[in-house]
Protein backbone atom coordinates (compact mmCIF):
# COMPACT_ATOMS: atom_id res chain seq x y z
CA UNK A 1 0.00 0.00 0.00
CA UNK A 2 1.43 3.30 -0.65
CA UNK A 3 0.94 5.44 2.81
CA UNK A 4 2.76 2.23 4.28
CA UNK A 5 6.50 3.58 4.53
CA UNK A 6 9.22 0.83 4.11
CA UNK A 7 11.49 0.25 7.51
CA UNK A 8 14.81 1.67 7.08
CA UNK A 9 16.14 -1.21 9.62
CA UNK A 10 17.07 -4.33 8.12
CA UNK A 11 18.52 -7.70 9.71
CA UNK A 12 22.48 -7.25 10.56
CA UNK A 13 23.18 -10.47 8.96
CA UNK A 14 21.79 -9.36 5.55
CA UNK A 15 23.85 -10.79 2.82
CA UNK A 16 26.32 -8.29 1.37
CA UNK A 17 28.37 -7.53 -1.74
CA UNK A 18 31.69 -6.81 -2.71
CA UNK A 19 30.57 -2.92 -1.84
CA UNK A 20 29.66 -3.71 1.50
CA UNK A 21 25.71 -2.81 0.17
CA UNK A 22 22.71 -5.10 0.78
CA UNK A 23 20.02 -6.27 -1.44
CA UNK A 24 18.12 -3.67 0.66
CA UNK A 25 20.10 -0.86 -0.43
CA UNK A 26 19.40 -0.94 -4.13
CA UNK A 27 15.36 -0.61 -3.13
CA UNK A 28 13.46 2.28 -3.57
CA UNK A 29 9.95 3.19 -2.22
CA UNK A 30 7.20 1.04 -1.73
CA UNK A 31 5.21 -0.05 -4.92
CA UNK A 32 1.88 1.96 -5.32
CA UNK A 33 1.43 -0.76 -8.66
CA UNK A 34 -0.64 -3.40 -9.06
CA UNK A 35 -0.67 -6.31 -6.86
CA UNK A 36 0.93 -9.08 -9.38
CA UNK A 37 1.81 -6.15 -11.80
CA UNK A 38 4.85 -7.70 -13.94
CA UNK A 39 6.60 -4.38 -13.40
CA UNK A 40 7.28 -5.21 -9.88
CA UNK A 41 9.23 -8.35 -11.01
CA UNK A 42 11.17 -6.27 -13.23
CA UNK A 43 11.93 -4.22 -10.53
CA UNK A 44 13.00 -6.88 -8.50
CA UNK A 45 15.49 -8.29 -11.34
CA UNK A 46 17.09 -4.97 -11.57
CA UNK A 47 17.41 -4.53 -7.96
CA UNK A 48 18.93 -7.75 -7.95
CA UNK A 49 20.93 -6.89 -10.84
CA UNK A 50 22.72 -3.86 -9.54
CA UNK A 51 23.89 -5.51 -6.18
CA UNK A 52 25.24 -8.89 -8.11
CA UNK A 53 27.34 -6.11 -10.51
CA UNK A 54 28.24 -4.11 -7.03
CA UNK A 55 27.31 -1.30 -8.97
CA UNK A 56 27.49 1.72 -6.29
CA UNK A 57 23.97 3.93 -7.01
CA UNK A 58 25.35 6.82 -7.20
CA UNK A 59 26.94 6.06 -10.62
CA UNK A 60 23.38 5.06 -12.09
CA UNK A 61 20.64 7.32 -14.12
CA UNK A 62 17.45 5.68 -14.14
CA UNK A 63 14.90 7.68 -16.53
CA UNK A 64 11.72 7.02 -17.28
CA UNK A 65 8.32 8.54 -19.46
CA UNK A 66 5.33 8.32 -18.42
CA UNK A 67 3.20 5.10 -17.69
CA UNK A 68 2.58 2.73 -14.39
CA UNK A 69 6.09 1.16 -16.02
CA UNK A 70 7.34 4.71 -15.46
CA UNK A 71 6.63 4.99 -12.16
CA UNK A 72 8.93 1.89 -11.44
CA UNK A 73 12.12 3.43 -11.14
CA UNK A 74 10.88 4.96 -7.94
CA UNK A 75 10.39 2.29 -6.29
CA UNK A 76 14.20 0.43 -7.01
CA UNK A 77 17.76 2.29 -6.54
CA UNK A 78 16.41 5.10 -4.48
CA UNK A 79 20.09 6.20 -4.04
CA UNK A 80 20.80 6.75 -7.56
CA UNK A 81 20.00 9.96 -10.05
CA UNK A 82 16.76 9.69 -11.08
CA UNK A 83 14.20 12.22 -14.17
CA UNK A 84 10.76 11.04 -14.30
CA UNK A 85 10.05 13.15 -17.63
CA UNK A 86 7.34 13.73 -20.08
CA UNK A 87 5.37 11.02 -21.49
CA UNK A 88 7.76 9.41 -24.66
CA UNK A 89 10.59 11.82 -23.76
CA UNK A 90 13.19 9.27 -21.43
CA UNK A 91 15.14 8.88 -24.51
CA UNK A 92 15.76 12.73 -25.44
CA UNK A 93 16.52 13.20 -21.49
CA UNK A 94 18.63 10.35 -22.03
CA UNK A 95 20.76 11.78 -24.35
CA UNK A 96 21.11 15.25 -22.66
CA UNK A 97 22.52 13.50 -19.48
CA UNK A 98 24.80 11.08 -21.49
CA UNK A 99 26.31 14.14 -23.12
CA UNK A 100 27.27 15.85 -20.28
CA UNK A 101 28.22 13.27 -18.13
CA UNK A 102 29.21 9.93 -20.13
CA UNK A 103 30.98 8.14 -16.80
CA UNK A 104 27.23 7.30 -15.30
CA UNK A 105 25.07 3.63 -16.24
CA UNK A 106 22.03 4.91 -17.59
CA UNK A 107 19.01 3.21 -17.33
CA UNK A 108 15.41 4.36 -19.06
CA UNK A 109 12.34 2.53 -18.45
CA UNK A 110 9.17 3.04 -20.68
CA UNK A 111 5.88 1.54 -21.22
CA UNK A 112 4.98 0.00 -24.69
CA UNK A 113 2.74 2.95 -25.30
CA UNK A 114 5.20 5.44 -24.10
CA UNK A 115 7.80 3.78 -26.51
CA UNK A 116 5.74 2.55 -29.59
CA UNK A 117 3.32 5.31 -30.01
CA UNK A 118 3.96 8.80 -28.49
CA UNK A 119 7.92 8.25 -28.06
CA UNK A 120 8.28 6.12 -30.93
CA UNK A 121 10.25 8.66 -33.02
CA UNK A 122 12.59 9.36 -29.80
CA UNK A 123 13.21 5.44 -29.64
CA UNK A 124 14.46 5.67 -33.23
CA UNK A 125 16.83 8.58 -32.68
CA UNK A 126 18.35 6.50 -29.74
CA UNK A 127 18.93 3.64 -31.67
CA UNK A 128 20.36 4.92 -34.42
CA UNK A 129 22.74 7.26 -32.28
CA UNK A 130 23.82 4.63 -30.57
CA UNK A 131 23.26 5.59 -27.13
CA UNK A 132 25.08 4.05 -24.63
CA UNK A 133 22.33 2.98 -22.46
CA UNK A 134 20.47 0.01 -21.34
CA UNK A 135 16.66 0.44 -22.50
CA UNK A 136 13.79 -1.68 -20.86
CA UNK A 137 10.25 -1.17 -22.02
CA UNK A 138 7.74 -3.15 -20.04
CA UNK A 139 5.37 -4.43 -22.22
CA UNK A 140 1.67 -4.86 -21.47
CA UNK A 141 0.03 -4.56 -25.02
CA UNK A 142 -1.93 -1.31 -22.97
CA UNK A 143 -2.04 1.31 -21.36
CA UNK A 144 -2.05 0.63 -18.06
CA UNK A 145 -1.90 3.44 -16.05
CA UNK A 146 -4.65 5.41 -18.15
CA UNK A 147 -7.51 2.38 -17.88
CA UNK A 148 -6.29 0.16 -20.56
CA UNK A 149 -6.85 0.95 -24.23
CA UNK A 150 -5.07 -0.81 -26.59
CA UNK A 151 -0.99 0.00 -27.13
CA UNK A 152 0.77 -0.30 -30.71
CA UNK A 153 2.33 -3.25 -29.24
CA UNK A 154 -0.92 -5.46 -28.80
CA UNK A 155 -1.50 -8.09 -31.25
CA UNK A 156 -4.29 -7.81 -33.70
CA UNK A 157 -5.80 -11.02 -32.65
CA UNK A 158 -5.60 -10.52 -28.52
CA UNK A 159 -8.83 -8.70 -27.79
CA UNK A 160 -9.70 -6.01 -24.82
CA UNK A 161 -10.91 -7.79 -21.70
CA UNK A 162 -14.34 -6.86 -22.83
CA UNK A 163 -13.76 -8.46 -25.75
CA UNK A 164 -13.49 -5.56 -28.29
CA UNK A 165 -11.25 -6.41 -31.56
CA UNK A 166 -7.78 -4.92 -32.11
CA UNK A 167 -7.89 -3.98 -35.87
CA UNK A 168 -4.36 -3.16 -35.80
CA UNK A 169 -1.11 -4.81 -36.52
CA UNK A 170 1.71 -5.12 -33.44
CA UNK A 171 4.99 -3.22 -34.04
CA UNK A 172 7.36 -5.11 -32.68
CA UNK A 173 9.97 -2.99 -31.39
CA UNK A 174 12.91 -5.75 -31.07
CA UNK A 175 13.10 -6.40 -34.78
CA UNK A 176 12.89 -2.68 -35.47
CA UNK A 177 15.51 -1.98 -33.44
CA UNK A 178 17.65 -4.38 -34.65
CA UNK A 179 16.54 -2.77 -38.27
CA UNK A 180 17.69 0.77 -36.85
CA UNK A 181 21.15 -0.77 -35.39
CA UNK A 182 20.65 -1.70 -32.05
CA UNK A 183 23.57 -3.09 -31.07
CA UNK A 184 22.30 -5.62 -28.07
CA UNK A 185 18.68 -6.68 -28.45
CA UNK A 186 16.90 -8.77 -26.18
CA UNK A 187 13.06 -9.93 -25.20
CA UNK A 188 12.32 -11.51 -21.79
CA UNK A 189 9.19 -12.16 -20.04
CA UNK A 190 8.56 -10.60 -16.19
CA UNK A 191 7.87 -14.01 -15.20
CA UNK A 192 11.37 -15.40 -16.27
CA UNK A 193 13.45 -13.62 -13.22
CA UNK A 194 16.42 -16.56 -14.03
CA UNK A 195 16.38 -15.72 -17.69
CA UNK A 196 15.83 -11.82 -17.06
CA UNK A 197 18.55 -11.08 -14.63
CA UNK A 198 21.30 -11.86 -16.54
CA UNK A 199 19.65 -9.97 -19.92
CA UNK A 200 19.59 -6.74 -17.48
CA UNK A 201 23.35 -7.45 -16.30
CA UNK A 202 24.50 -8.38 -19.86
CA UNK A 203 22.88 -5.23 -21.13
CA UNK A 204 24.28 -2.91 -18.61
CA UNK A 205 27.68 -4.12 -19.20
CA UNK A 206 27.32 -3.39 -22.99
CA UNK A 207 28.63 -0.33 -24.54
CA UNK A 208 26.31 1.34 -26.83
CA UNK A 209 22.46 0.92 -27.26
CA UNK A 210 21.27 -2.44 -25.13
CA UNK A 211 17.09 -2.61 -25.48
CA UNK A 212 15.49 -5.56 -23.58
CA UNK A 213 11.32 -5.62 -24.44
CA UNK A 214 10.11 -7.49 -21.27
CA UNK A 215 6.47 -8.86 -21.47
CA UNK A 216 5.34 -7.54 -18.69
CA UNK A 217 1.62 -8.71 -17.70
CA UNK A 218 -0.84 -5.65 -16.74
CA UNK A 219 -3.12 -7.74 -14.12
CA UNK A 220 -5.73 -5.18 -14.18
CA UNK A 221 -6.62 -4.72 -17.86
CA UNK A 222 -4.71 -7.24 -19.86
CA UNK A 223 -4.16 -10.27 -18.04
CA UNK A 224 -7.22 -12.32 -19.48
CA UNK A 225 -6.93 -15.35 -21.43
CA UNK A 226 -7.74 -14.21 -24.95
CA UNK A 227 -4.40 -11.45 -24.65
CA UNK A 228 -1.47 -12.62 -26.08
CA UNK A 229 0.56 -10.38 -22.92
CA UNK A 230 -0.97 -12.25 -20.25
CA UNK A 231 0.31 -14.87 -17.95
CA UNK A 232 -1.01 -17.73 -19.09
CA UNK A 233 -0.01 -16.92 -23.14
CA UNK A 234 3.08 -16.03 -22.74
CA UNK A 235 4.05 -19.18 -20.39
CA UNK A 236 2.50 -21.67 -22.63
CA UNK A 237 3.78 -19.60 -25.79
CA UNK A 238 7.79 -19.12 -24.82
CA UNK A 239 10.08 -20.14 -26.77
CA UNK A 240 12.79 -20.18 -24.38
CA UNK A 241 11.48 -21.36 -21.33
CA UNK A 242 14.09 -24.56 -21.92
CA UNK A 243 16.83 -22.21 -22.21
CA UNK A 244 19.46 -20.68 -19.71
CA UNK A 245 21.48 -17.65 -19.58
CA UNK A 246 24.49 -16.75 -17.41
CA UNK A 247 25.96 -13.56 -17.33
CA UNK A 248 29.75 -13.92 -16.28
CA UNK A 249 31.70 -10.99 -14.62
CA UNK A 250 35.11 -9.80 -16.34
CA UNK A 251 37.02 -10.91 -12.88
CA UNK A 252 35.53 -14.92 -12.92
CA UNK A 253 37.04 -17.41 -14.52
CA UNK A 254 35.26 -18.52 -17.50
CA UNK A 255 33.76 -22.12 -17.13
CA UNK A 256 31.77 -24.01 -19.71
CA UNK A 257 29.59 -26.66 -18.92
CA UNK A 258 27.57 -27.28 -22.07
CA UNK A 259 27.35 -29.24 -25.43
CA UNK A 260 29.13 -28.15 -28.28
CA UNK A 261 26.30 -26.57 -30.72
CA UNK A 262 23.45 -25.56 -28.60
CA UNK A 263 25.62 -22.75 -26.75
CA UNK A 264 27.07 -19.79 -27.61
CA UNK A 265 29.31 -17.45 -25.38
CA UNK A 266 29.20 -13.33 -26.51
CA UNK A 267 31.87 -11.57 -25.29
CA UNK A 268 30.77 -7.79 -24.05
CA UNK A 269 32.93 -4.28 -23.81
CA UNK A 270 33.77 -4.74 -20.48
CA UNK A 271 35.15 -8.15 -20.82
CA UNK A 272 32.13 -10.11 -19.17
CA UNK A 273 30.25 -12.31 -20.78
CA UNK A 274 26.67 -13.86 -21.58
CA UNK A 275 26.91 -17.33 -22.24
CA UNK A 276 24.09 -19.11 -24.21
CA UNK A 277 22.59 -22.03 -23.28
CA UNK A 278 20.34 -23.80 -26.23
CA UNK A 279 19.15 -20.39 -27.98
CA UNK A 280 16.42 -22.02 -30.33
CA UNK A 281 17.60 -24.22 -32.96
CA UNK A 282 20.95 -22.83 -34.52
CA UNK A 283 20.15 -19.41 -33.32
CA UNK A 284 23.47 -17.30 -33.93
CA UNK A 285 22.79 -13.79 -31.81
CA UNK A 286 25.31 -11.72 -33.86
CA UNK A 287 23.09 -12.34 -37.25
CA UNK A 288 20.43 -9.47 -37.65
CA UNK A 289 19.25 -11.18 -40.99
CA UNK A 290 18.95 -14.58 -38.64
CA UNK A 291 17.00 -13.23 -35.91
CA UNK A 292 14.82 -10.95 -37.33
CA UNK A 293 13.57 -13.83 -39.19
CA UNK A 294 13.08 -15.79 -36.15
CA UNK A 295 11.54 -13.17 -34.88
CA UNK A 296 8.57 -13.15 -37.85
CA UNK A 297 8.69 -16.75 -38.38
CA UNK A 298 7.71 -17.47 -34.69
CA UNK A 299 5.51 -14.70 -34.39
CA UNK A 300 3.33 -15.97 -37.25
CA UNK A 301 2.86 -19.22 -35.60
CA UNK A 302 1.85 -17.36 -32.48
CA UNK A 303 4.90 -17.98 -30.54
CA UNK A 304 7.07 -15.70 -28.42
CA UNK A 305 10.87 -15.84 -28.70
CA UNK A 306 12.53 -14.99 -25.85
CA UNK A 307 16.60 -14.78 -24.96
CA UNK A 308 19.35 -12.73 -26.30
CA UNK A 309 18.16 -12.01 -29.63
CA UNK A 310 21.14 -9.99 -31.35
CA UNK A 311 24.41 -8.87 -30.22
CA UNK A 312 26.71 -6.51 -31.96
CA UNK A 313 29.95 -7.15 -30.09
CA UNK A 314 32.08 -4.51 -31.82
CA UNK A 315 29.49 -1.36 -31.99
CA UNK A 316 30.58 1.64 -31.43
CA UNK A 317 28.66 4.01 -28.68
CA UNK A 318 27.44 8.05 -29.68
CA UNK A 319 30.55 9.38 -27.68
CA UNK A 320 32.61 7.02 -29.64
CA UNK A 321 30.84 8.34 -33.28
CA UNK A 322 31.18 11.80 -32.33
CA UNK A 323 34.64 11.61 -31.06
CA UNK A 324 33.77 13.39 -27.94
CA UNK A 325 36.74 13.64 -25.13
CA UNK A 326 36.98 10.87 -22.96
CA UNK A 327 36.15 12.87 -19.83
CA UNK A 328 32.77 13.50 -18.78
CA UNK A 329 31.99 17.44 -19.98
CA UNK A 330 30.78 18.08 -16.66
CA UNK A 331 34.42 17.48 -15.61
CA UNK A 332 35.67 19.81 -17.87
CA UNK A 333 37.72 22.55 -16.41
CA UNK A 334 36.27 25.97 -17.42
CA UNK A 335 39.62 27.25 -19.58
CA UNK A 336 38.72 24.42 -21.41
CA UNK A 337 35.48 24.81 -22.11
CA UNK A 338 35.42 28.30 -22.74
CA UNK A 339 38.50 28.86 -25.22
CA UNK A 340 38.26 32.73 -24.75
CA UNK A 341 37.33 35.79 -27.15
CA UNK A 342 40.22 35.37 -29.72
CA UNK A 343 39.05 31.91 -30.51
CA UNK A 344 35.20 33.09 -30.51
CA UNK A 345 36.08 36.10 -32.67
CA UNK A 346 37.87 33.71 -35.14
CA UNK A 347 34.65 31.52 -35.19
CA UNK A 348 32.64 34.73 -35.94
CA UNK A 349 35.09 35.59 -38.83
CA UNK A 350 34.78 32.66 -40.76
CA UNK A 351 31.07 32.92 -40.51
CA UNK A 352 30.98 36.48 -41.94
C1 LIG B 1 1.50 14.15 -23.63
C2 LIG B 1 0.67 13.12 -22.92
N1 LIG B 1 -0.28 12.46 -23.59
C3 LIG B 1 -1.03 11.51 -22.96
C4 LIG B 1 -0.84 11.26 -21.65
C5 LIG B 1 -1.74 10.25 -20.96
N2 LIG B 1 -1.01 9.01 -20.66
C6 LIG B 1 -0.43 8.82 -19.49
S1 LIG B 1 0.33 7.34 -19.36
C7 LIG B 1 -0.19 6.91 -20.93
C8 LIG B 1 0.12 5.57 -21.53
C9 LIG B 1 0.81 4.63 -20.64
O1 LIG B 1 1.00 3.40 -21.26
P1 LIG B 1 2.37 2.64 -21.23
O2 LIG B 1 3.48 3.53 -21.65
O3 LIG B 1 2.22 1.40 -22.01
O4 LIG B 1 2.60 2.33 -19.69
P2 LIG B 1 1.81 1.38 -18.68
O5 LIG B 1 0.97 2.31 -17.87
O6 LIG B 1 1.00 0.39 -19.46
O7 LIG B 1 2.91 0.74 -17.90
C10 LIG B 1 -0.91 7.94 -21.50
C11 LIG B 1 -1.51 7.88 -22.86
C12 LIG B 1 0.16 12.00 -20.97
N3 LIG B 1 0.44 11.76 -19.67
N4 LIG B 1 0.91 12.90 -21.62
S1 LIG C 1 -2.91 -0.89 -14.18
FE1 LIG C 1 -1.81 -2.61 -15.09
S2 LIG C 1 0.22 -1.76 -15.61
FE2 LIG C 1 -0.74 -0.36 -14.15
S3 LIG C 1 -0.02 -1.05 -12.13
FE3 LIG C 1 -1.98 -2.04 -12.50
S4 LIG C 1 -1.42 -4.02 -13.38
FE4 LIG C 1 0.38 -2.71 -13.58
Do not use: W
Amino acid sequence: MSYIAKPSAHHPALPRNALGLTRRDYEGSMSTLCAGCGHDSITAAIIEACYEMDLPAHRIAKISGIGCSSKAPTYFLSRSHGFNSVHGRMPSVTTGANMANRDLVYIGVSGDGDTASIGLGQFCHAVRRKLNMTYIVMNNGCYGLTKGQFSATNDKNSPSKKGEANPFDAIDLCQMAIQLGAGFVARSFSGDKRQLLPLIQAAISYKGFAFIDVISPCVTFNNHPASTKSYEYVRQHNMASENKLDYVEPKEEITTEYDEGTSTSVELHDGSHLMLYKVGEGHDPRDADMAIHTIRTNASKGTIVTGLLYVNEEQQDLHDVLGTDERPLNGLPMSELCPGSKALEGINARLR
